[in-house]
């Protein structure tokens, strides 16, 4: 069904399925997917923050974690962009079998990385590959403010054909004077001569590029081995870093939850895990997560990151005590009200888990 529904000013939340309408092939490997509500709800989201999609694939549901690209400003559709590995597994299923009509659970909206988080009056987004997809989205959201915002915007590719969102952007940077683009890429495309940066972000470049960057505020988003130069190039030229923002599933933050060294788990002890509804117990080594203990069961627990960071394992304890060292992806309103990451928290003793 092509025709387009009327809004019903209403927000769509993750108990309704979303419905594929469109697919569009954006750079060698990259696809963004469109998603409406079916029911014509519309989205409600922080610019940055991701989804984690159900993807019905033959073996079993996968779900993956992905950045939602578009913006809360145009909250009758929904997009993710992905960018397809050589091992990836949900990714390819999408680019092979995601088709308009289709439709598929997800979870979320969820995730802290967004400007609108911490407002700044000036901004330098850096990201690399599939990284952009959050500054697209919060590029967006500040350009349809109808403000001029002020954004030095670097993005890192291989080659300018592999620039995602560049033509969408530079739309953007022309009917706007605060949308600065920065393209760098590693080397140009045969036949088509390059005139932009070239070679990889060091020191000297983001000088270049962004010349005030001591007065902006930092979002980074990429490969951790790319966050990481960008953290030590920020550090060594005397960035305050209590205003550097970075978004990663590969690896967690440098800091994590305090525990309390009471109720470390020990690699000798075992536990006991009663999974309320289905009425199953299972034993396990205290070092062993409760994700792990609750499919080596039989029971399904939904996951995404498996490092804390995304919330989609997030599971009702009702009982017991835990040892839950996460990175963000739980609230500390849920932790309060009995909730656990089921992806980072190690049973001690005997704990009941309501599924």
């Not at 680019?95 to 400007?115: Q, T, V, W």
């Not at 800091?255 to 289905?278: G, T």
């Not at 029971?299 to 599971?315: A, D, E, K, L, R």
């Not at 963000?328 to 932790?335: F, K, N, Q, S």
Request: with cysteine; aromatic share 8%; charged share 20%.
């Amino acid at each position: 069904m092509n025709a387009a529904l009327k809004p019903t000013l209403a927000f769509w939340t993750d108990a309704e399925e979303l419905e594929c309408v469109s697919f569009l092939p954006e750079a060698p490997d990259v696809m963004t997917f469109c998603f409406r509500s079916p029911s014509g709800a519309l989205f409600s989201h922080e610019p940055g923050q991701f989804l984690t999609l159900e993807l019905p694939l033959p073996d079993g549901v996968l779900h993956r974690t992905y950045t939602i690209s578009s913006s809360p400003s145009r909250p009758t559709s929904l997009t993710v962009t992905v960018k397809a590995q050589r091992d990836s597994i949900g990714t390819r299923w999408m680019f092979d079998h995601l088709r308009p009509g289709m439709r598929i659970r997800a979870r979320g909206p969820a995730g802290k990385f967004s400007m609108m988080r911490d407002p700044a009056a000036k901004y330098l987004f850096i990201s690399a590959g599939s990284g952009i997809t959050p500054m697209m989205s919060m590029t967006t959201f500040l350009y349809d403010s109808g403000r001029a915002p002020d954004i030095v915007f670097v993005n890192c590719a291989r080659r300018p054909s592999e620039i995602i969102f560049r033509e969408r952007l530079e739309h953007m940077a022309t009917r706007v004077a605060g949308i600065d683009l920065k393209w760098i890429v590693e080397e140009p495309d045969p036949y088509r001569p390059w005139t932009g940066y070239r070679g990889m972000v060091n020191q000297l470049v983001l000088g270049l590029v962004a010349p005030d960057y001591l007065e902006r505020d930092v979002y980074c988003c990429g490969p951790e081995p790319f966050m990481q130069a960008v953290r030590d190039i920020l550090h060594g030229l005397g960035y305050d870093m209590a205003r550097y923002h970075q978004e990663s599933f590969g690896a967690p933050p440098a800091e994590a939850e305090a525990v309390p060294e009471d109720v470390v788990p020990q690699e000798d002890a075992l536990a006991e895990v009663s999974f309320a509804a289905s009425g199953k117990t299972a034993r396990c080594a205290q070092t062993e997560t409760i994700l792990a203990t609750a499919r080596a069961a039989g029971i399904p627990i939904p996951s995404g990151c498996g490092m804390g960071i995304c919330g989609t394992c997030q599971v009702l304890r009702l009982s017991g005590q835990v040892h839950m060292v996460h990175n963000g992806g739980i609230t500390d309103e849920d932790v309060e009200a009995g909730y656990i990451l089921a992806c980072c928290s190690r049973p001690i003793g005997n704990v009941t888990i309501d599924l």
